[in-house]
């Protein structure tokens, strides 16, 4: 890319970690590129676009990252960017920025080498149809995630409700009662693994359809409603906070399981072909195939 120099690239970099690493559950990279824009006064060349379409700024960026994600030092997962433990070591000692890319250049050739015997030096600051194949995939996974993540957050509740219910059935589990509209008690679902619920353990399910994570004080009512045998299955659309997942992973005496979007989601993948065409339809789903060339 011409104009774009490795020292530039790197101070660009060395910013967007500024931007990830305060956050260690990481940001959605949407969310980092508008904040790293920010903070950098970009060239009129980075500010424009290309003839084919989309943004020279947020393309350098992401082209750039690849290298990082190569050398160890950032982590990607639908659409969300996360700094590793060698990428924080990274941004700590290679302070220059042209240093800094560079480092990751070189990771990057190390790990291509161990991939193949025949490497271009300078592949990694080229625009190899293997790049712009991940950036495309890349795009297009995050763009996939942030509409089933929007979809699921702007369900009617019950509706929510019923689509955990329908995970549990694929799951093998046997429905014996979901709460109707209005007060519940503190429980949305009851679930047992045999027809009637003859054999232990019961299993007790609440479901949040709401923003905000849930606290401790919102698991800890949910586990007081535990028997003793009981398992406890806590649903948020909004997440945890770290105290309450911290909370939930020290019991000893009663079991519980906490399930985000993305738990709910990964296992909705994985049990889609058990679903019955009704329950499938509550959040129908589509692969697309991309061609992955090897980066």
């Not at 997962?77 to 990274?90: I, L, Q, S």
């Not at 509740?157 to 799951?171: D, N």
């Not at 979901?178 to 047992?192: C, E, Q, T, W, Y």
């Amino acid at each position: 890319m011409p104009e774009i120099t490795r020292c530039r690239t790197g101070e660009m970099l060395r910013q967007l970690f500024e931007v990830l690493l305060p956050v260690p559950e990481g940001v959605q990279a949407r969310e980092a590129l508008a904040e790293l824009e920010k903070r950098v006064t970009l060239t009129p060349y980075e500010q424009g676009e290309y003839a084919s379409g989309g943004r020279r700024f947020e393309k350098i960026i992401r082209f750039a990252t690849v290298d990082l994600v190569k050398a160890g030092w950032l982590h990607k997962d639908k659409g969300r960017w996360t700094v590793t433990d060698d990428g924080m070591k990274a941004y700590q000692t290679f302070t220059d920025p042209e240093a800094f890319y560079k480092e990751a250049v070189r990771l990057f050739h190390q790990w291509k080498a161990s991939q193949s015997a025949d490497v271009d030096v300078d592949e990694s600051e080229e625009e190899t149809p293997a790049k712009a194949a991940t950036i495309t995939l890349e795009k297009a996974e995050e763009q996939a995630w942030y509409e089933v993540d929007q979809y699921l957050r702007s369900m009617n509740p019950y509706e929510f409700q019923e689509i955990v219910a329908s995970l549990l059935r694929a799951m093998g589990y046997h429905i014996s009662w979901i709460a109707p509209p209005g007060k519940d008690g503190g429980i949305d679902i009851l679930a047992a693994s045999d027809p009637l619920g003859t054999r232990p353990p019961r299993i007790k399910v609440q479901v949040k359809r709401q923003a905000q994570a849930v606290a401790v004080d919102g698991l800890r009512s949910f586990m007081a409603l535990l028997g003793e045998g009981d398992v406890g299955i806590f649903v948020s659309v909004g997440g945890f906070t770290k105290d309450a997942a911290a909370e939930a992973r020290a019991q000893e005496k009663r079991k519980i399981t906490l399930l985000d979007n993305e738990d709910l989601f990964e296992l909705w993948i994985k049990y889609q072909n058990k679903l019955n065409d009704q329950d499938r339809r509550r959040l129908p789903l589509k692969p697309i195939h991309f061609l992955a060339l090897e980066t």
